[in-house]
């Protein structure tokens, strides 16, 4: 069984919504940082939200006000609804572990799953 699972993308015209889920198999889930990473074609994968174990989130300044991570201790997934999506937002998304909320801080080396690929296009 995979470490994280993402799934929920697609293709999605701008200007529309996609809702993303990862399921966490991590047993100290509940304590952790989660986040959502994406990796745009030809550059490096970074973290554009988080939450922590309490629910506080943190977003990179490119999604604020269109993106909203949450989190279900109990069912161990994080969700990334997305909205007024734009054509920059084309991506694989990741979710994983943060090393921090505030600052936003990812991790430098982990186990990723597949990721989910999110293509915004007319």
């Known amino acids: 069984q995979a470490l994280f699972v993402e799934s929920g993308g697609g293709l999605v015209q701008p200007g529309g919504s996609l809702s993303l889920s990862c399921e966490a198999s991590?047993?100290?889930?509940?304590?952790?940082?989660m986040g959502w990473y994406r990796q745009i074609s030809g550059t490096q994968r970074e973290l554009i939200a988080a939450?922590?174990?309490?629910?506080?989130?943190n977003y990179v300044d490119s999604v604020k006000g269109r993106f909203t991570i949450s989190r279900d201790n109990a069912k161990k997934t994080v969700s990334l609804q997305m909205n007024s999506l734009k054509t920059d937002d084309t991506a694989t998304y990741f979710c994983?572990?943060?090393?921090?909320?505030?600052?936003?801080?990812?991790?430098?080396?982990?186990?990723w799953g597949l990721g989910t690929r999110v293509t915004v296009s007319s």
């Open positions: 991590r047993s100290t889930f509940s304590l952790e940082n």
């Open positions: 994983n572990v943060a090393r921090s909320v505030d600052p936003l801080v990812g991790i430098t080396f982990g186990s």
């Open positions: 939450t922590t174990a309490g629910g506080t989130t």
